[in-house]
């Protein structure tokens, strides 16, 4: 029998994941469905429940349901604790296993694609939100030389650097938060955006002078010239990358979770470009 797998949203219309999976699908031989879904947004619980009666193998969790899918998990990834949030529910009897898969994408899609190591380096994560907070332990087990973490409502970041350190395993990495003015003077060979400011056209307020010589910009956002983008090209960024890699790494990785087998991503990345 096919197994159904689907991503779960609101909105959801435009999810770019049915396609990914698809290609993902076809590429691997795999006999499987991948659809979107939208859940009404007082209805994920019984969105879900009403999918795992149906027989569905897994599920993505996007945008607003992640943190709902981490409690709806009945065992979690180490990954998908520190974050608070699941982007990937795998079910089998009656089990629930929920893991987080975004972090991992925007490592394979830095260091695989981008082919820029994030061993020793000094990175500056913009934004403390969901997205922010999916992608920290993983960027820490790439052993950065320092991650500052910087955000609009500073205690966010103040908060989220005291949850790291309290953890205590990510020594030696150098945890800060500063708010956006107290960045002026320091140099990063990482800018990560994670702020949802490319929405609305905006950027955050940051200062000039925040990249070092040989350095990376990465806005997660995909499918359009950002101005945190436009920004890091006037301040000489070396790298600047959108966050479209992120998503298609991020896929492949919940693909691997649920059949056991890694796609071929580049070429997948390159259809999407087209
Ligand atoms: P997501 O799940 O996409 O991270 P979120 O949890 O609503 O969405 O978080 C949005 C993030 O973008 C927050 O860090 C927010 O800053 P605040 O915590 O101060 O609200 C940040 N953000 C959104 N618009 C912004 C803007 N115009 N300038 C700076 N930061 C912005």
Redesign the pocket.
Known sequence: MTDRYAVIGNPIAHSKSPLIHAEFAKQTNQDMTYEAILAPLEGFRETVEGLRMAGYKGLNVT?PFKFEAFLYATSKSERAETAKAVNTLSFAGGAVFGDNTDGIGLVADIEKNLDFPIAGKSILLV??????WGVLSPLLQQKPKRLTLS???VA?AEDAARVLASLGKYDPTEIAAKPFDRLAGQQFDIVIN????GL?D???PLPPGLFSENSLAYDMMYGRQTPFMAFAGKEGASRISDGLGMLVEQAAEAFFLWRGIRPQTAPVIEKQRT
Do not use: D, L, Q
């Open positions: 945008v934004g403390m939100g969901g997205a922010a955000n609009r409502t966010k994670a702020t949802s400011s609305k905006e950027m955050p």
